[in-house]
């Protein structure tokens, strides 16, 4: 296959190339680079396959621009990861979100069935289930207390998505993520700033009491629910949980953390943070009857493939590339 990667020098992203390549697909990548952190971490994260695809450095807001690179790539699926990502940085400046998330999406889409895409796979997230009182997570469960613009965007993303499979026929499925964590991880996440806290002596900042959970997810397990629903034949439109189908508090991620750096953690106490989900934990048996989805990398080999890569990092000052954690 031919792919458009928008997001594709990201952290999730860049681990999908590297996946489609190994399978012997086409790959071509738009992102913008822009500064929500390092952009040069980016290019470190490509830089092991640079020669093999071709990158479009444009914002997937600029709508002229993306549907010149749609329309010239005949692709036969487009993965759209790219976003404007973050709770709290989206309650600080939502309307920058909704232009990103909401409308970037929307040109994507237009672009996708002017230029007659057969697929669109669209990156959701789990913070769509805001105050969900259902445990765990379904996929039909209905949705009426996002808590961030955040999860409000990438609700709507969805919606259009639908919207755009029904009313022309672009067959989309849409993943929501579950807390993805790895090698190349983005710096603002909570498993990278602690290890880079702990490691430099500094405190860590913990939000709450420690009792909040998560469903963590391996970074190739995410990769490969990607690849899996780009051969799906179900509905035209359709969505899936990918998560770890387990959770951990943040006290135990702390400490799971330290046991892997072997160096004891100095913990700073802040109030829990609005727009923070008490909960995430997802309900997988659809993904797995349908895509044959089966996560395989529990947190505690996760996480010591991320300390792995996270010292090859320092030593190297660039991104080591994902085999090197494997």
Request: net charge neutral.
């Amino acid at each position: 296959m031919n792919i458009l990667v928008t997001g594709g020098a990201g952290f999730i992203g860049s681990h999908l190339v590297e996946r489609l390549l190994h399978d012997g697909h086409r790959v071509e990548v738009l992102d913008d680079f822009n500064d929500f952190y390092d952009p040069h971490r980016k290019d470190g994260n490509l830089a092991y396959v640079r020669n093999r695809i071709t990158v479009h450095r444009a914002d997937i807001v600029d709508a002229p621009a993306v549907q010149q690179i749609v329309n010239a790539g005949r692709f036969d699926a487009l993965v759209h990861l790219a976003a404007r990502a973050g709770v709290r940085p989206s309650i600080k400046h939502p309307a920058l979100y909704v232009q990103t998330n909401v409308m970037g999406t929307l040109n994507l889409l237009d672009a996708a069935r002017d230029a007659k895409v057969p697929r669109f796979i669209f990156g959701s997230s789990s913070s769509v289930y805001g105050l969900c009182r259902q445990i765990p997570f379904r996929e039909d469960v209905a949705l009426q207390e996002t808590i961030s613009p955040y999860a409000a965007t990438k609700l709507a993303g969805e919606q259009l998505c639908s919207n755009y499979a029904h009313l022309y026929g672009l067959r989309v499925v849409c993943l929501r993520f579950f807390t993805v964590f790895g090698p190349r991880q983005r710096p603002d996440l909570a498993i990278h700033q602690f290890t880079e806290r702990i490691l430099a002596g500094r405190p860590i900042r913990q939000f709450g009491d420690g009792s909040t959970r998560r469903d963590y997810t391996y970074v190739e397990d995410i990769v490969s629910g990607i690849v899996a629903s780009l051969a799906y034949e179900g509905p035209i439109f359709d969505v899936f949980n990918l998560g770890g189908s387990e959770t951990t508090s943040l006290g135990d991620l702390i400490r799971a953390l330290e046991v892997q750096l072997d160096l004891k953690a100095t913990i700073e106490h802040l109030p829990e943070q609005p727009g923070d989900l008490p909960l995430t934990y997802a309900d997988i048996s659809k993904a797995r009857e349908r895509l044959g989805y089966s996560p395989r990398t529990p947190l505690r080999e996760g996480l010591a493939k991320f300390v792995a890569w996270y010292y090859d990092w320092l030593a190297s000052g660039t991104h080591a590339p994902a085999e090197a954690t494997r």
